[in-house]
């Protein structure tokens, strides 16, 4: 009787395991059979694909950048090299580029340059 018992629960004891493992190799889901998210850098980076000109130098002429001549432009409030004339998101971080003077965007790619 003991070992009739003992081979069913050995027999239930393994159908769990083939169960367990078949679902561990196969995923149970069709979230795991595809890529992972991508975070928001890599969605930016992949928005702005061969967009890199926004990511300047440090010796950049920032008065340069300032193409429709309103005084202003948008710079990376995390990354200060990321500078563009137009909103946009920072290809560096994926954060939304904020609006600033051209004096305050030289000041803060002079200070991050510095601190590099």
């Known amino acids: ?6 081979l069913n629960y050995c027999f239930q004891f393994s159908v769990v395991l083939i169960i367990a493992s078949f679902i561990g190799l196969t995923g149970c889901s069709k979230e795991n059979s595809t890529k992972a998210p991508e975070n928001q ?3 930016a980076e992949k928005k702005d694909a061969g967009d890199l000109s926004i990511v300047r130098d440090k010796n ?7 193409q429709d001549k309103d ?3 948008y710079q ?3 990354d200060y090299d990321v500078i563009s ?8 971080c994926g ?3 904020k609006k600033v003077s051209v004096a305050d965007a030289k000041k803060n790619l002079d200070a991050y340059s510095n601190n590099e």
């Open 60 to 66: 950049v002429n920032v008065d340069s950048l300032d």
């Open 95 to 97: 954060m939304q580029l």
């Open 41 to 43: 850098t890599q969605q």
């Open 76 to 78: 990376c409030g995390m």
């Open 85 to 92: 004339d137009k909103p946009g998101t920072c290809l560096k």
């Open 1 to 6: 009787m003991k070992t009739k018992m003992l």
């Open 71 to 73: 005084g202003y432009l």
